[in-house]
């Protein structure tokens, strides 16, 4: 039941990384560069993998939620590579990782600063 946030939000990136470049600017016209989208996009997906692993009591859920977003990183550039007009790029990947991170680090913070 846990898990459900995350499938749905993968299956959103999936969606979206399936979508050529014109079609994603038709999707959304206001936006010009959608390398911050990498940041917000992984930046959710660490948090609901956080959010999945930590409700199931797993010993490390930070990590784990970290390799996940890597593993469904690696396998979202490899969707890239079927899809005209978009490519796999390392550039995305770390920026996927960075935003899995930066949401990882948030959740992490934010549980010290309740503890003390």
Same mark, same amino acid.
């Given at each position: ?40 996009a992984y930046f959710v997906l660490g948090l609901l993998f956080y959010?999945?692993?930590? %409700? +199931? ?9 970290? /390799?996940?977003?890597? $593993?469904?990183?690696? @396998?979202d550039e490899i969707h890239q590579y079927f899809v005209p007009t %978009? +490519? ?9 990782? /960075?935003?899995?991170? $930066?949401?990882?680090? @948030? ?10």
């Amino acid at each position: 039941m846990y898990w459900i946030p995350a499938i749905f939000w993968m299956a959103l990136i999936f969606y979206l990384s399936g979508r050529t470049g014109s079609e994603l600017q038709y999707l959304f016209p206001l936006i010009d560069n959608f390398n911050p989208g990498h940041l917000i996009a992984y930046f959710v997906l660490g948090l609901l993998f956080y959010l999945a692993l930590h %409700r +199931y009591n797993h010993r490390h859920p930070y990590w784990q939620a970290m /390799l996940f977003c890597f $593993l469904y990183g690696i @396998t979202d550039e490899i969707h890239q590579y079927f899809v005209p007009t %978009r +490519y796999p790029d390392i550039y995305d990947l770390a920026r996927d990782l /960075l935003g899995a991170g $930066l949401g990882l680090a @948030t959740v992490y913070l934010l549980k010290r600063r309740t503890k003390s």
